[in-house]
């Protein structure tokens, strides 16, 4: 079973900073990651498939990358609207497995 | 638009059983690779199963292999999750979510949930 370990656990930011999310899975899974956005009382929303691709409607401050065991979510520009849990999700193994999340709030 | 549509969530006792719906619009379900995925409440996310278009194969988490059993009717464009001997554990929102493609097990379609309360 892969175990998928993001960090950190919370990030804080100021609204038009850059934020680097991380996410590490215990063994490869190729580019078979995809991330998500949720925010409270609200259904995750994909951002990311195959490590980089944006999902449809995904504004291009959102970007991906990495490939094997370690990728990275990089949201270049914060706006209000980003802040909330991001998680990331192999779909490379059976089972299927998410991250813990990573909190970006508002510094 | 595409829209998933869960039901069937409510309060079980402790070892009872409930079964939860996935209804579609927009979309063919019958074309669609889905899932369950849970939250509990305050905690991450849970991938709980999958099932492929044709209703085989099936997968399941450890923590619900042989208790839920999740199914599909294509005729009525809809998905289910069947769950006994339920434990307090198992109390989440249940998301019902479309795998991506049938090659990209990312997720790219949620409904908005069903609680499900485990609890004497």
């Known amino acids: 079973e892969i175990v998928m370990t993001q960090s950190p656990a919370t990030l804080s930011v100021s609204p038009g900073e850059r934020a680097t999310l991380s996410c590490r899975a215990s063994?490869?899974?190729?580019?078979?990651l995809a991330w998500y956005q949720q925010k409270p009382g609200q259904a995750p929303r994909l951002l990311i498939s195959?490590?980089?691709t944006r999902a449809t409607g995904i504004p291009a401050r959102f970007s991906g990358s990495g490939s094997g065991t370690e990728f990275t979510l990089t949201i270049s520009s914060l706006q209000s609207e980003d802040f909330a849990v991001y998680y990331c999700?192999?779909?490379?193994?059976?089972?299927?497995?998410f991250g813990q999340g990573t909190k970006v709030e508002i510094k | 638009e595409v829209q998933l549509v869960e039901s069937g969530g409510g309060l079980v006792q402790p070892g009872g059983s409930l079964r939860l719906s996935c209804a579609a619009t927009?979309?063919?379900?019958?074309?669609?690779?889905m899932n369950w995925v849970r939250q509990a409440p305050g905690k991450g996310l849970e991938w709980v199963s999958f099932?492929?278009?044709?209703?085989?194969?099936?997968y399941y988490a450890d923590s619900v292999k042989g208790r839920f059993t999740i199914s599909r009717d294509n005729a009525k464009n809809s998905l289910y999750l069947l769950m006994n001997s339920l434990r307090a554990e198992d109390t989440a929102v249940y998301f019902c979510?479309?795998?991506?493609?049938?090659?990209?097990?990312?997720?790219?379609?949620w409904g908005q949930g069903t609680l499900v309360t485990v609890s004497s």
């Open positions: 979510a479309r795998d991506r493609s049938i090659f990209d097990g990312s997720f790219d379609c």
């Open positions: 063994q490869s899974v190729n580019s078979n």
């Open positions: 927009g979309v063919t379900l019958s074309n669609s690779e």
């Open positions: 195959g490590a980089s």
């Open positions: 999700q192999q779909y490379n193994n059976w089972p299927r497995a």
């Open positions: 099932i492929s278009s044709s209703g085989t194969p099936t």
